[in-house]
């Protein structure tokens, strides 16, 4: 079975940085890709970012391009997502996800395998 760890959620005053890390397990083969979703009180979930397994691509959502960036170390098959300039508006559960075959997702509809949420909360 596939499974995802998330973790690396914490209390972060603005303007300051954090590092997600999702793990995976039980994929048999590299043709997937993993995703972070976010889901802020009250508002329904959105892609934030993604890296295929398959080739490397990668996607950010506009409100985070140039503050975030994810990487993979796939000797640990583990995928991080730093946070950096953290705004209040980050805040949020921040969900690892994953798709196979690979393929970038920004749609949490499509995913087929969620981790548990980890909390990201920037105080301003």
């Known amino acids: 079975d596939v499974q995802l760890q998330a973790s690396g959620g914490g209390l972060v005053q603005a303007g300051g940085s954090l590092r997600l890390t999702c793990t995976a397990s039980?994929?048999?083969?590299?043709?997937?890709?993993i995703a972070w979703f976010r889901q802020a009180p009250g508002k329904g979930r959105e892609g934030v970012s993604c890296?295929?397994?398959?080739?490397?691509?990668?996607y950010y959502a506009d409100s985070v391009k140039g503050r975030f960036s994810i990487s993979s170390d796939n000797a640990k098959n583990t995928v991080y997502l730093q946070m950096n300039s953290l705004k209040p508006e980050d805040t949020a559960v921040y969900y690892c996800?994953?798709?196979?075959?690979?393929?970038?997702?920004?749609?949490?509809?499509?995913?087929?395998?969620w981790g548990q949420g980890t909390l990201v909360t920037v105080s301003s």
């Open positions: 996800a994953a798709v196979s075959p690979a393929f970038i997702v920004t749609m949490p509809e499509v995913v087929d395998y």
């Open positions: 039980g994929f048999t083969r590299h043709d997937y890709a």
């Open positions: 890296i295929s397994r398959y080739d490397g691509s990668t």
